[in-house]
């Protein structure tokens, strides 16, 4: 069985300074994707960036970026220049074909002031 | 706003009785998936339907039941509620059902059993 493991429940970090939100998965499948999705306390999940199994080079959208280390099955989110906007659970999924997803618990992230 | 679009954005509800969420997924999205939020069990995959067909099955209960129309809608029906079905009810679409394909979610549907 798929597992997405995110052992931070909670995380602050200073405006404008950069922090790790930490994401492992568990899989046999050759073929897989890695997301991460924001959800403000307002409730919707918001797509923030995707990784491919076969992706050579770690993506980067704005102020995020995934540091996707293979053989660690590790998929890190870095968000850079932290905002006051960006206080809210994140939460990593990996697909396989077929595209189920399975969720992480998910990190609380304040930011502070 | 992703472009999916779900109602009603609020339910509440009695035990016993029976809801219906609907959704519209994304403009030339074939996959619908239905998920659950709930504060105990997390995020979990409910259900998927590509293109008018039923592909996969997670954690639906035998009370729940769901299906995707034609014009690619589709509505999660939930019977004989129990107060533990009291969460927060996405749903997402995707081009197709590859491993690659993102799934853009829907504002969800906060249902209240009481």
């Known amino acids: 069985a798929q597992k997405i493991t995110q052992t931070q429940p909670g995380m602050f970090v200073q405006e404008k300074e950069a922090v790790t939100l930490d994401c492992t998965y568990d899989?046999?499948?050759?073929?897989?994707?890695l997301f991460w999705y924001k959800q403000p306390s307002s409730g919707e999940m918001i797509f923030l960036i995707y990784?491919?199994?076969?992706?050579?080079q770690n993506a980067t959208e704005g102020r995020y970026s995934l540091n996707f280390q293979k053989a660690r099955k590790s998929a890190n989110l870095v968000i850079s220049a932290s905002q006051l906007g960006d206080s809210a659970m994140y939460f990593c999924?990996?697909?396989?074909?077929?595209?189920?997803?399975?969720f992480g618990t998910g990190t609380s992230l304040t930011v502070i002031p | 706003d992703s472009g999916v679009t779900q109602t009603p954005k609020h339910l509440i509800t009695a035990t016993g009785q029976r809801v219906t969420l609907r959704c519209s997924p994304r403009?030339?999205?074939?996959?619908v998936y239905w998920y659950q939020q709930s504060l105990d069990q997390g995020l979990q995959f409910l259900i998927q339907?590509?293109?008018?067909?039923?592909?996969a099955k997670g954690n639906i209960l035998e009370r729940f039941s769901a299906q995707q129309f034609p014009d690619l809608h589709s509505e999660l029906n939930l019977s004989s509620l129990e107060l533990g079905d009291s969460a927060l009810y996405f749903c997402?679409?995707?081009?197709?059902?590859?491993?690659?394909?993102?799934?853009?979610f829907g504002p969800g549907t906060r249902l209240t059993v009481l």
């Open positions: 997402a679409s995707s081009p197709g059902w590859g491993a690659e394909d993102t799934q853009y």
């Open positions: 899989t046999s499948d050759p073929s897989y994707g």
């Open positions: 990784q491919g199994s076969y992706d050579q």
């Open positions: 999924a990996q697909s396989r074909t077929g595209n189920q997803f399975y």
């Open positions: 403009s030339g999205d074939l996959s």
């Open positions: 339907y590509y293109n008018g067909e039923e592909r």
